[in-house]
């Protein structure tokens, strides 16, 4: 790629930027669009779970670690922030100081997790991580004196800023509030790939034993990319339960979360930030904007009925995130706007011998 | 003084003994040579030197010095810490309900200033009343677990690749592995990482000390690659070199360990003439700057031509070791390359 | 198992059980569980073993299978046994079609999603894996929908649905306090010969032996003339097969099925597979008696709302010591 001349590159290293930019400018398209259009108001929840794409990317994308626990941490955010912030607790922070706590119980969760099982194969850190998602779910169900079970916490004050309060009504501040953490945190995992830290990651993802050969220490790597990834999940919760004026119930952060998550950075691509936002807005934007819209706009003009499950829309999500997961390992599994390196890995065997297919030996 | 000395190395795979009590000395700016037919335990005797395999028994010593993650009074600290907080996780996580409410919900009527102190002492009071063989028993396994887990944990990583590398044992592999996709410079720089002092923070918000710290390791990273003849492909992703440079790479991404000791295994695999008179003179190049080197080689024109010690293996047992004259007349080697028929 | 020790305590005949008693029926319960569980586990440490996969889609199908079971009892009109008889035989054709039907599919997406992703990196079928599975348990919400008196007309199609008692309830052990039911009984004639049949086509069979020789080399095993396509092909049918048996049996004991059961057994029976050792056919059947186990005391001595956090601290635990599973040993990576 980096031989081909002209803009195009520079470009294409600045795309997060870009993206961002364009969020930015979208406010200014609702003026020209009718009312129930209001684009500001629906894309909110893109920039929630991007900053949750981004938290999985860094241990999926740079490290090459599944975590399929990812609503977990996101439920401990969101829950996190409710106790901190909900007046029906002595706590009562507010937003500025809730968040930051919030990613640091996110960190503290990450580590905790991550301590005992990070040396373990992929495949069993896939499953202990699933495993951890099912735990916090049911122990937030259980605990129902502290999280009131399945009601959840709400209402969750408004949060302010410099005097400014962010209602519910005025969906504009809270669109560029989002915006600016988002960016915060695109501005965070760039630096960091970049620097020595993403570079290890990196090494680990291609060739862990080569890493440890080189006196890499993959643990301690490993346990800081699960921190800061668990970090970001926790701080997109603490978001979400802003924005929804509730903590959800526990029953909102389950295993779909996680693949939402997964399909974000799978469709948008594995190591690649700009790809994690054009996942976000392509994957949010199909499930929580298209899929209702379309739903109720049949709805309205009585082409399905509730009892038949075949002509709602919504009922068709599974698949189609089954099948966008199927299909992009399949054509494009470097995602739509790959990382390089990413990208070379997965090709890597194409043209090659095949590789064994398993076995004790690679 | 010895520099490396592997004693009564061990290696065995299920019921087949891969090295079989290998012992031999490698002293300061030597070029220590191992050779054998194929199958000799070479390449699993280097993978037990360096802690990619894990060996039967054995020990391997760097300048006097047993290479193993010390045990310490920090890490006796850790273990405690870690015991500590499981056992309090643990009764915090069995009485959770109960303690929240003697805590926060009796004492919180919907009014602040809320009266911690208060909260934290009922929570106490909580604690001490309830059945304390509940508490105590929760307390007691999760330090068990904890002490138990954070040893078990440790105890696997101490002989690891990394705490060799840390040592000063840096290696190449037989098939390269190179990180194929990143560039020829960031190889090098992965190699380096250990030596950095970049931490999250600076990498995070870019902090000066960072930026520093980039620009130096860069122009260190170029000037190994200078070193090795490949600073021309610093900026070529690794996976586009030539064979001969993907080799050369590894060397120099092994050098940036700042190894005492660099092992190296099968250089000069498919190297033609040219390339491997290239790669003897970069192993000379190498002691001269005071680093030991321990070779596996097939290609004899190299092995006699740099080594200064030789040892032969066959069957996981050194038959032979001396210098490359006596070597090549040993009629113990030429037995174990050319059957005994032959002698 | 159970049953000859369950005989033996049948002659008390007390009022309230005994703590003993309460023992033995929770370990009945779990060892019922567990076979059902072990079963599931097979599927996937089957086909881990041989091409380092977790087929994530292994819980839905068997999901999907105990669907075809209720479809069929629908069809054939089948309807709760009536007393005195031990079992309705419409179930024959359910332990015939379901097994087909489950090893057919697991098949076809062996060769649609994961066949052509062979060499790809391990994290590339893994996802189509999780994709298949949604795109399962999809289907089985939908199926769940379909104008059939079984599903409710389609009205409800995401409740869970009765399944017929097809299997006697009744307690074989008369009076006693314990219940020991011909369901049960059920779960152990079927699986038992099945493990057991397992073992021995692993062993001694043609085909076995190609099995472990792929698992163990693929490369070198296609050198030595074997078809590896074909005989991964035959264990994803083998796997799937399982979990439709399964699916059958499991259905047979609860009289429930929902269509995210797959997620909630399946979970189960992949942490039992990696508990007892991912790739290890012994481990996976341990694993699911341990789980099985695990489960039935904590809804007996703890709670039953803490049954899973419980299944996934003892996961943690035994990995922390073990990190390979129970019964696994690690592959050396090769250098």
């Given at each position: 790629m980096g031989a081909r001349g002209g803009i195009w590159p520079a470009v294409y290293a600045r795309m997060h930027w870009i993206l961002l930019g364009l969020a930015a400018l979208l406010p200014a398209v609702d003026l020209l669009l009718p009312p129930e259009f209001r684009l500001a108001d629906l894309v909110r929840p893109i920039f929630i779970f991007a900053v949750l794409g981004m938290g999985l990317n860094i241990v999926t994308g740079f490290t090459g670690l599944l975590n399929l626990g990812v609503a977990a941490f996101m439920a401990i955010g969101a829950y996190t922030y409710a106790i901190a912030t909900c007046d029906i607790y002595p706590f009562q922070l507010g937003f500025w100081t809730a968040l930051p706590l919030t990613i640091a119980v996110g960190a503290a969760a990450g580590i905790i997790l991550g301590l005992p099982t990070i040396r373990l194969k992929g495949d069993y850190l896939a499953i202990v991580t699933m495993g951890f998602g099912e735990m916090v779910q049911d122990s937030l169900k259980n605990l129902d004196v502290i999280t009131k079970g399945t009601q959840g916490i709400n209402p969750l004050p408004s949060p302010t800023l410099f005097g400014y309060v962010f209602k519910p009504e005025t969906p504009l501040p809270w669109y560029y509030l989002f915006l600016a953490l988002l960016a915060v945190v695109v501005l965070l995992t760039r630096n960091l790939e970049r620097s020595r830290i993403g570079r290890t990651w990196a090494s680990i993802r291609e060739d862990e034993l080569a890493a440890t050969c080189m006196g890499i220490n993959s643990m301690k790597a490993k346990l800081l990319a699960f921190a800061i990834g668990a970090s970001f999940c926790s701080m997109a919760g603490g978001l979400w339960g802003a924005y929804l004026g509730s903590s959800g119930e526990p029953g909102n952060y389950d295993f779909q979360i996680s693949i939402i998550a997964l399909c974000i950075v799978i469709v948008g691509g594995m190591g690649s930030v700009s790809g994690v936002l054009l996942g976000a807005f392509v994957m949010i934007g199909f499930n929580a904007i298209l899929l209702t819209k379309l739903t109720a706009f049949l709805a309205q003009h009585g082409w399905t009925s509730s009892d038949n499950v075949f002509t709602s829309p919504s009922n068709w999500k599974y698949m189609m995130f089954g099948l966008a997961l199927i299909l992009m390992m399949r054509f494009k599994p470097e995602g739509l706007l790959p990382s390089r390196r990413v990208k070379a890995e997965l090709h890597e065997y194409d043209k090659d011998v095949p590789r064994q297919a398993g076995g004790a030996t690679t | 003084m010895s520099l490396l000395r592997v004693d009564d190395l061990t290696l065995r795979f299920g019921g087949l003994t891969a090295v079989n009590k290998l012992s031999f000395e490698v002293t300061p700016g030597q070029i220590y040579a191992i050779i054998g037919p194929n199958g000799a335990g070479k390449t699993s005797a280097f993978n037990a030197i360096t802690g990619v395999y894990v060996p039967a028994c054995g020990c391997v010593r760097i300048r006097g010095r047993e290479a193993k993650r010390p045990f310490t009074r920090r890490t006796l600290w850790g273990f405690l810490l870690v015991a500590a907080l499981t056992a309090a996780g643990l009764v915090l996580a069995v009485n959770a309900e109960p303690l929240w409410e003697a805590a926060i919900t009796m004492n919180y009527l919907y009014q602040q200033p809320f009266p911690w102190a208060k909260a934290l002492q009922d929570g106490l009071t909580y604690l001490r009343d309830v059945e304390w063989k509940y508490s105590a028993g929760a307390a007691g396994f999760g330090a068990l677990v904890g002490l138990a887990g954070a040893w078990s944990v440790w105890r696997r990583a101490r002989c690891a690749p990394d705490v060799l590398a840390g040592a000063g044992v840096a290696r190449t592999f037989q098939n390269s592995r190179l990180f194929h996709q990143m560039t020829v410079l960031d190889n090098v720089l992965v190699g380096m990482d250990t030596k950095l002092r970049t931490r999250f923070w600076h990498a995070a918000f870019r902090l000066p000390r960072h930026r520093r710290e980039l620009r130096e390791s860069s122009r260190k990273a170029l000037e190994i690659l200078r070193f090795a003849g490949l600073e021309k492909e610093a900026t070529a992703v690794a996976s586009s070199l030539s064979y001969g440079h993907q080799r050369r790479l590894e060397i120099a991404r092994a050098l940036a360990v700042e190894p005492v000791i660099l092992l190296l295994d099968e250089p000069a695999a498919g190297m033609n003439p040219t390339e491997a008179a290239g790669l003897m003179e970069l192993i000379r190049r190498i002691r001269g700057r005071g680093i030991a080197v321990l070779l596996i080689e097939h290609h004899m024109k190299v092995v006699m031509g740099v080594s200064d010690e030789i040892a032969v293996l066959e069957y996981g047992n050194k038959i032979a070791e001396g210098k490359p004259e006596a070597i090549k007349i040993d009629p113990k080697v030429r037995a174990a390359y050319l059957g005994t028929a032959e002698v | 198992m159970g049953s000859e020790d369950a005989e033996d305590q049948r002659e008390g005949g007390r009022e309230l059980m005994t703590d003993s008693e309460v023992l033995l029926q929770?370990?009945?319960?779990?060892?019922?569980?567990?076979?059902?569980?072990?079963?599931?586990?097979?599927?996937?440490?089957?086909?881990?073993?041989?091409?380092?996969?977790?087929?994530?889609?292994?819980?839905?199908?068997?999901?999907?299978?105990?669907?075809?079971?209720?479809?069929?009892?629908?069809?054939?009109?089948?309807?709760?046994?009536?007393?005195?008889?031990?079992?309705?035989?419409?179930?024959?054709?359910?332990?015939?079609?379901?097994?087909?039907?489950?090893?057919?599919?697991?098949?076809?997406?062996?060769?649609?999603?994961?066949?052509?992703?062979?060499?790809?990196?391990?994290?590339?079928?893994?996802?189509?894996?999780?994709?298949?599975?949604?795109?399962?348990?999809?289907?089985?919400?939908?199926?769940?929908?379909?104008?059939?008196?079984?599903?409710?007309?389609?009205?409800?199609?995401?409740?869970?649905?009765?399944?017929?008692?097809?299997?006697?309830?009744?307690?074989?052990?008369?009076?006693?306090?314990?219940?020991?039911?011909?369901?049960?009984?059920?779960?152990?004639?079927?699986?038992?010969?099945?493990?057991?049949?397992?073992?021995?086509?692993?062993r001694f069979t043609r085909l076995g032996k190609a099995m472990r020789a792929v698992a163990q080399n693929p490369v070198a095993a296609r050198l030595m003339g074997i078809d590896v396509d074909r005989v991964i092909g035959a264990t994803f049918i083998i796997g799937g097969a399982l979990g439709g048996v399964a699916s059958v049996v499991y259905a047979l004991y609860n009289n429930t099925i929902y269509f995210q059961m797959g997620f909630r057994v399946g979970l189960d029976a992949f942490t039992a597979a990696v508990l007892g050792g991912i790739g290890n056919l012994p481990g996976a059947v341990l694993g699911g008696l341990v789980i099985g186990m695990i489960r039935a005391l904590t809804d007996q001595y703890i709670a039953t709302e803490w049954t899973n956090v419980m299944v996934f601290a003892v996961l943690i635990l035994v990995l922390i010591f073990r990190p390979a599973g129970l019964l696994g040993t690690h592959a050396q990576e090769k250098v």
């Open positions: - | - | 929770q370990v009945i319960i779990g060892l019922s569980n567990g076979m059902i569980i072990a079963l599931i586990a097979l599927g996937y440490t089957m086909v881990y073993g041989i091409v380092e996969l977790i087929n994530f889609a292994h819980g839905d199908l068997f999901m999907l299978g105990a669907f075809l079971a209720l479809t069929i009892a629908g069809a054939l009109g089948l309807d709760a046994v009536s007393e005195g008889a031990l079992f309705s035989w419409g179930i024959l054709p359910m332990f015939v079609a379901a097994p087909i039907f489950c090893g057919g599919v697991n098949w076809c997406v062996d060769r649609l999603a994961y066949r052509p992703l062979r060499n790809a990196p391990r994290l590339a079928p893994l996802v189509s894996a999780i994709g298949v599975s949604f795109v399962f348990l999809n289907i089985g919400l939908l199926w769940g929908g379909l104008p059939m008196e079984v599903f409710n007309m389609g009205q409800t199609a995401a409740a869970p649905k009765d399944f017929p008692a097809l299997v006697s309830n009744e307690n074989l052990l008369g009076e006693s306090d314990i219940t020991l039911t011909i369901s049960q009984v059920l779960v152990f004639v079927i699986t038992v010969p099945l493990m057991i049949g397992l073992s021995v086509l692993v």
